[in-house]
C-alpha cells in the first residue's frame, strides 16, 4: 500500500506541474521555484508532514519535499541553537543531497561530451 500512496501523491504533483506548464505562461524556472516555496510553506505549518507519512518518497522526492526538508531543517535548529538556526538549519538539511547534486553533475560532465549550442 506504501508503493501505491507513494505513486498517487508524486504522480498528483507531477500532474500539478505539468498543468502549470501547459496552461500558464509561467517558465519552468518559475514552476520549479513555485514548488519549493510550496514544500517550504507547507512544510512549515504543518501540512506537509502528514502527506510525508503517508506517501513516503512520493512526498520527499519531488521538489516540494526539497522545500519541507529545508523547512524541517530550520525548525530543527531553532529549537536547538534559537535564532542562529534559522541561518543555518535548512542548508545543514539539505547538505547531503546538495553534495550529490554536484558530485554526479560533475561525474556527467566529465563523462559526457556536452552538445555544442547553436
Known amino acids: ?9 508524486g504522480g498528483l504533483l507531477c500532474v500539478v506541474g505539468q498543468l502549470l506548464i501547459d496552461y500558464t505562461k509561467l517558465t519552468t524556472a518559475r514552476i520549479l521555484t513555485l514548488f519549493a516555496v510550496l514544500g517550504v510553506i507547507l512544510g ?10 503517508l506517501a513516503g518518497a512520493g512526498a520527499t522526492v519531488p521538489l516540494t519535499g526539497f522545500g519541507y526538508l529545508l523547512a524541517e531543517g530550520v525548525k530543527t535548529a531553532v529549537a536547538e541553537q534559537g535564532l542562529l538556526g534559522a541561518l543555518t538549519g535548512g542548508l545543514t538539511a539539505a ?23 547553436q
Request: hydrophobic letters at 65%; glycine letters at 10%; charged letters at 10%.
Open 1 to 9: 500500500m506504501e508503493y501505491l500512496w507513494a505513486f498517487v501523491v
Open 44 to 53: 512549515a505549518v504543518g501540512v506537509y508532514t502528514p502527506l510525508v507519512e
Open 95 to 117: 547538505s547531503g543531497g546538495i553534495a550529490a547534486v554536484i558530485i554526479f553533475a560533475l561525474l556527467a560532465g566529465v563523462i559526457f561530451k556536452p552538445a555544442d549550442r
